[in-house]
Structure formats: C-alpha cells, structure tokens
C-alpha cells in the first residue's frame, strides 16, 4: 500500500534562509506571540502551580460541593470557578490539572523529537536496513488507529504519568523520523551537499554541518504540531480512565467526573476542556507561527500544513 | 498497471503481517502470567491453570502465534475471556454501530465542509473566510469528548430536544455523529480551501475565464473536480482517526460500538478481545486505504501512466 506518497505530507520544505530575507521580528507575528504567551503561562502554571492556586486541589469541603462558578446564583468569590463533586476548587484543580497534560506532552516530544531525528538521518542519508525498518514502522504505525494502540499499551502497561509519556515517546518518534528522512533526501542532492562531498568531506561532517542545520527548522515545526496533538490524545486517554490515576487531577479526569454531574453541575466539565482548548490553540499559534518564521518561502495564506500532520490520528 | 495493483496487495499484506505481530506480541510482554492477570488475582490455581491451557499460553510462541495468524485467516480470533463468546461474534455485533457513526459522521463532515472550503477559497480573505477558519482551528483543538458532554448539557439536559444515549433512531444518531465529524469536517475545509486556492491559480482555470465561463461553472466544474482528488485521500487517511475518535464518542454516548468494546476489554483485561479489535481496524484502515489508491489512479490518469 502507498500511503507514503499518496499521502499528502505536511508541505514543511527545508530552506536556507536567503542572505538579504526581510526583517521579520518576532513582533510582526501576532500568532506566534499569542503561542508564546499561552505556552509559557502554562508552562510557568505547570512549573510552580502552588503560586497561583488558591486552595489546595485535594482538599474536600462537602459542605460545599457543586457550588457554581462566581457569577453564577449562588457562587462565592472563595471559588471563582465553583466546586466539584467533593467541594474541591475547580480553578486549583484546573491548574495543578496542567502539570500532567504539560508533563506527558512535553517530555513525550523531548524524547521522540531526538530519536527520530537520529533515525531520520540516518535513514536518509545512510539508507540500508535503518531505512527499511524505519518506513516500515512508519506504514505499521499509520495502519493502528492510534488511540486504541495507546489504550492497548496503556492496559499492559498499567495507568500512570512516565507510562502515557512512554506509549506516546514510542508511537511518536517514526513519524518525526520519516520527515526528517525526506528532508535528508531531498538535501543530499543539493549541490552545497554534493560540494562538500567533492571536497572530500566526512559522512558525518556532512550530516552534522550541512544537513542537520537544514532540518532543525522543519522538526521544530513538526514537534511543536505534534505537542497539541498529543496534549490531546493524552486528554482522551485521562477521560477514558487510562490516564493518571485520582485523586491527583488531571483535565481529562475532570471532564470524566464532570460528566456524571452534568445535570446539576455544568461547570464541572466546560472548564477544563476549555483549558485544553486553550493551550491546544496556543501550540498550534506557535507551531503556525514557527513555520511562519522559520520558513520565510512559505505563504502564510496557502495553509496546507494548518493543523499539522494530515494522516495523524488523533482523539 | 496490473503490476501496481500487484504491488500494492504485497504490502498491504505486508503491514497486516506486521500489525498481527505487534499485536500478538504486545499482548504476550506482559510481566507475569498473562492467564493469571486475565483472571485476576482471586481466580483459583486450576482455574488459571485450566485458562493457560485454553488460550494456549504454555505453548512455546511461534506455536502461538502460528495458531493465532491460522485462526484469524480462518476467521477464528479466539474466544473472549469475559463474555465466554467467540471474539468474532462480539465484533460482528458491535462493528456495524461504529461502521454506521463513522459513516454519518463522515458525511456529515463532507456536506458541510466542503461548500465551506470553497466559499473560503472563492471570497479568500473575507469576514466568512476568516470566521471559517478560525472556527476549523477551535475544532481541530477541541477534544471531541467535551464537545459530546457540552451538546449533551444543552440538547438533552436543558432544552431536552434529543436522547442522551444509546442507539437505535435517528434522534440517537445525531449528536454523537456531529462530536465525531467535527475534527474530520475542520480538517476538510481547511484542505478544501487550500486546494481551491492553489487550483484556482492554474493556467487552466485562467483559460475557462478567458473564454468567458461563468464564475460558477469554472468553480464547480473545472476546479472542484481536481481539488476533489485529495480530499479522498485524506478522507481515506481520516479512518484511522475517525476510529480513535469514534472510542471516545461511543464511551460519551454509551453507543454500542467497537470502542465501547475495547474500552471495556482493555478495563478486564480481555486479551483476545483486544487483539481483534485492533487487528480488525488495522484490516479495515489497510484495505481502505488500499481502495483509495486504486480509485485515485482511476481518477487521476497522470498517475496512471507511472
């Protein structure tokens, strides 16, 4: 089967910046300032969320459980958000919830990202058996509907934070790995790259000072789209209750308690899905914007590549 | 032509091959006894050895995993722990209630993203050009589950227009295959767009409007039909997704689909039935998109000639 051509790779090309390209500072990029923002405040949350929480997120108060969001009858201005079903604060919940969706995004791109680039060039450039065990787990990993691969690994491996990180390490790193590989491809031929070869240089040398600075830019790219998918699927997987298991809180939990209470108590699950809609958008702004940045051939209006990888399953 | 599709069937094959092994293998890592973890932890010591003999895992693996590929080639994909039915059974019960959501979804997504795209693309850079695309961005970062549980709150809890749950009539139907179109109808349009624009630039479309056709006639005739190729394609990429997403959106809805089924496999730790659903959806995602490269050679002659 040819999904590999026939599907329409994200058009993220690699380029050397031209000498006299025009100023593009950062700040002329709303988007990506939007991304920036949003992704370190969540970042600084997940961090250090004990500045910013009001209460503490496991502390129950029956007394007052359900109670509304603020503005709402009958809300207090001690829970701006309102309480859970066991009287925690939902807005203290919904930070220290952050930790876990960053946690398991983050670590699971800073593992895959440098796995994957090592395969891809190697892949690319050396070809031979890495090659061919590469696109094959590529072509294995697009036939699974990835969710309920994850959920198959998650059920042997047990529930757990480092256990998401791992499934989604794992699953993640081809995909990373086969654009890095085209990009390789298509460098090799380049003439900077058959120069330096005519100059003698190392296989390695090449690599790492001719090709390797070519396909940073296009990876960043790809990772940073690949962060909100993931932040995603974990999302799903904590909502499934394959995710980090309660009391410690997580978005996706929450919308799952939510859900029982959704008809006296709304609140309980519209907050922490807005939360992930949030700082799913603000990767997908710095993605955009990266690309936008990184990547000054491309037209910011002709978006193919919105929305990152095509063929990815998601939740 | 015959040695592409020849070709084709081979590595078909050959992924299926490899998913039945990942498959099989994953299920057989697990630390410890695989029969007593099927069991748990109260099951006496005849019953687990009893269930060792019965799936076979006192067997060395090649023999294993020789029985397994044999029966699933003959249809057999073993028996479900829990239910103490044949795993092919429960997957013909449940496989038509996905297969059905993932349809009206599919549909769904097409009818409404589709004109959006090329709305988007003819008046590019309007007000509904730009609330288009804003809005496919919020649904491609929405998990889908939340906006099942919030349809939930508003159509059933609040104005009571439409069941919760379950499936069997139209009303049942509508909110979870909405949840379930929402990721795939955002992605479409977004492509739709795309491809418009780009097509829109060709010297062809150039030449339709200089002989004079009517706007609405080079859009619709002359661009459309090339926009239309990839959009198979990525439709055809989208079954995995939709299968993931469909997990999720059956777990909202209590729809009696496979995600229900593996979900509530993998919460028992029903090997068997686990290993069928993901080998079956691996099958469906293989041969469809199998399917759609055949179609788009039909479609598309500038392919079939390579």
């Known amino acids: 089967m040819t999904v590999e051509h026939a599907r329409p790779t994200a058009r993220i090309e690699i380029s050397a910046r031209p000498p006299h390209a025009p100023s593009r500072t950062i700040l002329r990029h709303s988007g990506l300032v939007f991304g920036v923002v949003t992704v370190s405040l969540a970042l600084l949350i997940a961090l250090f969320p004990g500045f910013a929480t009001p209460q503490d997120p496991l502390a129950q108060d029956i007394g007052n459980r359900l109670l509304p969001p603020v503005w709402a009858a009958g809300g207090s201005p001690r829970w701006l958000l309102g309480t859970d079903q066991l009287g925690r604060d939902i807005l203290s919940r919904l930070l220290y919830g952050s930790r876990v969706s960053l946690t398991v995004g983050f670590w699971s791109v800073l593992i895959g990202g440098p796995v994957g680039l090592l395969l891809g060039l190697v892949a690319g450039y050396r070809g031979g058996m890495v090659d061919i065990l590469v696109m094959r787990l590529v072509d294995l990993h697009l036939a699974f509907p990835f969710v309920l691969l994850a959920m198959a690994m998650i059920a042997i491996l047990g529930p757990g934070l480092w256990n998401m990180v791992l499934v989604f390490a794992v699953t993640s790193w081809m995909l990373y790995a086969r654009t890095v590989r085209s990009s390789v491809l298509a460098l090799r031929e380049r003439e900077f790259v058959q120069g330096a070869l005519a100059l003698g240089a190392s296989g390695s040398r090449i690599v790492l000072r001719h090709i390797l600075p070519n396909v940073v830019n296009s990876l960043l790219v790809l990772l940073s789209f690949d962060l909100a998918r993931i932040i995603l699927a974990e999302s799903a997987l904590s909502f499934l209750g394959l995710g980090v298991p309660p009391p410690t809180p997580s978005w996706g939990g929450m919308l799952s308690e939510g859900r029982e209470y959704i008809e006296d108590a709304w609140w309980i699950a519209a907050f922490p899905g807005l939360a992930i809609m949030l700082v799913t958008v603000g990767v997908s702004f710095l993605g955009d914007g990266l690309r936008d940045l990184l990547d000054p051939r491309f037209e910011p209006l002709n978006d193919t590549t919105r929305g990152g990888d095509v063929g990815t399953s998601r939740a | 032509m015959r040695n592409a599709y020849l070709r084709q069937i081979m590595q078909a094959s050959i992924v299926l091959l490899n998913v039945s092994i990942v498959v099989f293998v994953l299920v057989r890592v697990v630390p410890g006894d695989p029969a007593r973890l099927m069991l748990g932890m109260e099951a006496t010591d005849e019953a ?259």
């Open chain 2, 48 to 306: 687990v050895r009893a269930a060792r003999t019965q799936f076979g895992f006192d067997r060395p693996f090649y023999v294993q995993y020789a029985q397994f590929i044999g029966g699933a080639l003959r249809g057999d994909l073993g028996q479900s722990v829990r239910f103490r039915r044949p795993v092919g059974d429960l997957l013909r019960e449940t496989f038509p209630a996905t297969v059905e959501l993932a349809l009206a979804a599919t549909l769904i997504a097409l009818a409404l993203a589709v004109p959006a795209g090329i709305y988007a693309a003819v008046h590019r850079g309007g007000l509904l050009d730009r609330a288009l695309m804003a809005g496919t961005l919020i649904g491609q970062a929405m998990p889908i589950f939340w906006l099942g549980i919030m349809l939930i709150t508003l159509f059933s809890v609040r104005l009571g227009w439409l069941p919760t749950s379950g499936r069997g009539s139209l009303a049942q139907l509508v909110m979870p295959s909405v949840t379930l179109s929402t990721y795939v109808m955002a992605l479409l349009a977004r492509l739709t767009r795309s491809n418009m624009l780009d097509v829109l630039r060709e010297h062809y479309v150039r030449t339709a409007r200089a002989k004079g056709l009517r706007e609405i006639v080079i859009v619709h005739k002359h661009a459309l039909m090339s926009a239309a190729l990839p959009i198979i394609t990525v439709l055809g990429l989208q079954v995995g997704a939709l299968l993931s997403g469909a997990v999720v959106t059956e777990t909202v809805f209590n729809w009696p689909g496979i995600g229900t089924l593996a979900l509530r496999a993998i919460q028992q730790r029903d090997y068997p039935v686990v290993q069928g659903v993901v080998l079956v959806s691996a099958a469906l995602f293989v041969l469809i998109n199998g399917t759609v490269d055949v179609a788009y050679r039909y479609l598309d002659p500038r392919i079939r000639l390579t």
